[in-house]
């Protein structure tokens, strides 16, 4: 097996690649389609390194700018893409996948498991047509750039509820505007008040990615985020697409609205984080 970061050029036999699995490589995809194998430092690009074996790929590892890493292979190359990205790169700042893809990557590169500081155990969820059942979604609106600095507060208060920090405010008004400049920021006002909001935050020929689910506290209780996810449901569903999510497998409120809308469980998603 040949270890080797992709160059332009190999765009399209890589989406091929990861194509085999449009849902649980999404986010992948998602990167490639947009960015291409160009890395200018902006934090959603980065490298892809390839597992090579006759010269065609057989596995994919990408790290992004901000050195969290998603796997793409087989049982059988996952330990040696991760141990070759290791004497590239060194240890990850995160690592994030299905849980049993991310068990084996621990298991098999030395001292990785080791260094280990946080887990964020996750579970993954898939909605398609034939199970979608809408909540509300006429109380719903997409969102446009007047709406921008309201959908940017809540965005920082769903990291710092979540995560207990929030990123740098020109990062968070960046990816507010992205997504409502792609068309896929969805909102639910009371009184002109932005107070609820969710996203497609990847967009892919074959599925979408829900997130950035927030309501604020004084509103909540009221199906504000059913209506705003139902809405974003929508825009994906009728465009013939699939739509994942992933959501932390103690929050029962947050698994109970996805399944009420016709999640259905897809499997345990972990996210690792490392010591420096």
Request: hydrophobic residues 45%; proline residues 3%; aromatic residues 8%.
């Amino acid at each position: 097996m040949i270890y080797q970061e992709l160059e332009t050029g190999r765009e399209e036999e890589a989406l091929a690649f990861l194509g085999r699995d449009p849902v649980k490589n999404l986010r992948m995809i998602w990167a490639l389609r947009r960015f291409g194998l160009f890395n200018l430092g902006l934090a959603e690009q980065g490298v892809f390194l390839a597992a090579l074996e006759g010269g065609g790929i057989r596995g994919l590892l990408f790290r992004d700018n901000r050195n969290m890493w998603r796997l793409a292979a087989p049982r059988e190359v996952l330990p040696g893409l991760a141990r070759a990205a290791m004497e590239a790169y060194g240890f990850p700042e995160a690592l994030a996948g299905r849980e049993e893809d991310v068990e084996l990557v621990l298991g098999g590169v030395e001292g990785l498991a080791a260094a280990v500081t946080r887990r964020e155990e996750e579970v993954s969820m898939l909605l398609t047509g034939d199970t979608f059942s809408p909540r509300a979604a006429e109380r719903a609106e997409r969102a446009g750039e007047e709406d921008l600095e309201q959908l940017a507060v809540l965005e920082r208060s769903l990291q710092v509820e979540l995560l207990g920090s929030a990123a740098e405010e020109w990062a968070v008004r960046l990816q507010m505007l992205r997504v409502v400049e792609g068309g896929t920021s969805f909102l639910v006002r009371e009184e002109g008040r932005v107070v609820a909001k969710a996203e497609m935050e990847a967009v892919t020929p074959a599925a979408d990615e829900l997130g950035g689910v927030y309501t604020l506290p004084a509103y909540r209780r009221r199906g504000h985020a059913a209506a705003a996810c139902s809405l974003a449901c929508s825009f994906s569903l009728s465009r013939g697409k699939a739509v994942r999510l992933e959501t932390q497998r103690g929050n029962r409120a947050a698994i109970a609205l996805y399944r009420g809308l016709g999640f259905r469980e897809l499997w345990p998603h972990l996210v690792v984080s490392f010591r420096a």
